[in-house]
């Protein structure tokens, strides 16, 4: 089954998974929650290219999860920010956070240090 046929899907995870259901994705979520807006931002933290997030960010606009805005004119340049609907998913990304900090923390390996 393709991404696109579950968006009529009976199931509400389903259906939430064609939109937020890649990594890009969620990171950029993200980083919106975080105060990030611009499409340099986006790259510099997800490691995305540029092809992916101009993507993952067309879609999120459409969606109505966020709003495209002018910032600069020459050239031009816009920011994307949270609408009350991107906002509202600001508990689950909170969830996932708590899940990965629980279940799957980092493991630093010790480094010895030369005396």
């Known amino acids: 089954m393709k991404w696109t046929e579950l968006d009529e899907n009976w199931c509400p ?3 939430t998974l064609t939109l937020v259901g890649d990594r890009w994705t969620l990171l950029i979520l993200r980083d919106c929650f975080l105060g990030r807006s611009k499409f340099e931002e986006f790259a510099e ?3 995305a290219t540029r092809h992916i997030l101009s993507s993952r960010l067309k879609r999120l606009v459409t969606a109505g999860v966020l709003e495209r805005r002018p910032y600069q ?6 920011e994307y920010v949270l609408t009350e609907k991107g906002r509202e998913f600001g508990p689950a990304l909170i969830a996932f956070r708590d899940w990965g900090k629980k279940h799957m923390p980092v ?8 005396e």
């Open 107 to 114: 493991r630093r390996t010790a480094t010895a240090t030369k």
């Open 73 to 78: 004119d020459r050239p031009k340049r816009h």
């Open 13 to 15: 995870v389903a259906r």
């Open 45 to 47: 933290t997800t490691g």
